[in-house]
């Protein structure tokens, strides 16, 4: 399975960046995409996912309200809109997909906001 994720880069504190990710060559059908943040010292951590047969979502508390993940299964690419965007976003962000037998690993993007 691969995964391309686009649209990292450099904001202002309270600016907005939308990031993409696209699954490929997938041989069972993807039933859950997420993504992943790292930030420098600290272990990843969840953001936000997204099923695939209702489309329920789930946030971590840091970004509820300012993030939203959608799907389009139609394409298999997975979005992640960021608003009012903080520093503390700052990290290396990962996109995942999970089927029924394993779960993959974007190459990850970086987002930097600054203060």
């Known amino acids: 399975v691969q995964l391309v994720e686009s649209g990292g880069g450099l904001v202002q504190a309270g600016g907005s960046l939308r990031l993409s990710c696209e699954a490929s060559?997938?041989?069972?059908?993807?039933?859950?995409m997420g993504w992943y943040r790292q930030a420098p010292g600290k272990q990843r951590e969840l953001v936000a996912t997204?099923?695939?047969?209702?489309?329920?979502?789930h946030y971590a508390d840091s970004v509820k309200g300012r993030f939203t993940i959608s799907r389009d299964n139609a394409k298999n690419t997975m979005y992640l809109q960021m608003n009012s965007l903080k520093p503390e976003d700052t990290a290396v962000y990962y996109c995942?997909?999970?089927?029924?037998?394993?779960?993959?690993w974007g190459q990850g993007t970086q987002i930097t906001v600054s203060s």
């Open positions: 060559g997938s041989p069972f059908p993807i039933n859950a």
């Open positions: 995942m997909a999970k089927h029924q037998w394993g779960g993959y």
């Open positions: 997204i099923k695939s047969g209702n489309s329920s979502t």
